[in-house]
């Protein structure tokens, strides 16, 4: 992920792996179909983290990058998933240090969300892909399709002015909302541009399970939860309680969350 943006503490793989990489699993295979990979392309996946996306690619048949600017994340994908089709690159998305028209497809998935200079990381996806191949992406809609996150920052937003301002933050950026992916794949010189939703099923075993993935890690949300006065924290966390259970008995709860991904052709 790109450098410029210090709030997502990109440093610990394993964290990253309970709170994020298992839903990027879940993910690989219906975005993957979307996007139209085919065996033998040459694809460059930005914003790797530890390596699940690159994995499924190198499954496929493709000969993949994947480039971070986490060194902490790329360990953890050299560790995790190695594979000889893959090669794992430090790099900033917002300068990619590949020639242009070097890749017969370019791929990021829930990563480019919270880089600032978007625009400059679709137009670097784009450059480096060669005329007819395909640039595809994925993040979280985080406007109504994102029920697993919406407990917390709805909940801590009632009590905390911090929380309240970092979910205004997070839904102001066009890129969570539906069709951003798709108006921003338009604006760089991208054709036949296509987004869809992916619903995915966000499952955990208990409220320690679901709570953990939230209060500690790399987000703003986990920063934010953890800077509080013991206090509060304890009283989010109550109240995020209650709204898991609803009543019932702790145990295993599912979630429905959108992925939109989106999909386009450099012209030529």
Request: with cysteine; net charge negative.
């Amino acid at each position: 992920m790109s450098n410029s943006l210090p709030s997502f503490l990109a440093t610990d793989p394993d964290v990253y792996e309970h709170f994020m990489g298992r839903w990027s699993a879940r993910l690989a295979e219906p975005f993957l179909e979307f996007a139209g990979v085919t065996r033998g392309d040459r694809v460059l996946d930005v914003g790797c983290g530890t390596g699940t996306i690159s994995l499924a690619l190198a499954a496929l048949g493709a000969r993949t990058v994947g480039v971070d600017a986490s060194e902490s994340y790329l360990d953890g994908a050299r560790r995790l998933r190695s594979h000889p089709n893959v090669t794992y690159a430090h790099g900033d998305a917002c300068r990619l240090a590949y020639s242009s028209e070097s890749f017969d497809a370019c791929v990021s998935t829930l990563a480019i969300d919270v880089i600032p200079e978007v625009e400059l990381v679709a137009t670097e996806m784009r450059r480096v892909t060669r005329p007819g191949g395909v640039v595809a992406c994925g993040t979280f809609d985080f406007w109504g399709g994102n029920s697993v996150l919406d407990l917390v920052l709805d909940t801590g937003a009632v009590l905390d002015e911090g929380i309240r301002s970092l979910r205004a933050q997070i839904k102001a950026r066009p890129i969570v909302w539906a069709n951003g992916q798709a108006n921003l794949w338009a604006r760089v010189g991208l054709v036949e541009v296509l987004e869809v939703p992916i619903v995915l099923s966000f499952d955990y075993s208990d409220f320690e399970d679901y709570w953990s993935s939230f209060s500690t890690g790399p987000t703003r949300v986990a920063q934010r939860l953890t800077a509080l006065p013991s206090g509060l924290r304890s009283e989010i966390e109550q109240h995020v309680r209650a709204g898991y259970l609803a009543g019932l008995p702790d145990g295993p709860r599912s979630f429905a969350g959108i992925v939109r991904a989106v999909r386009g052709k450099v012209p030529g």
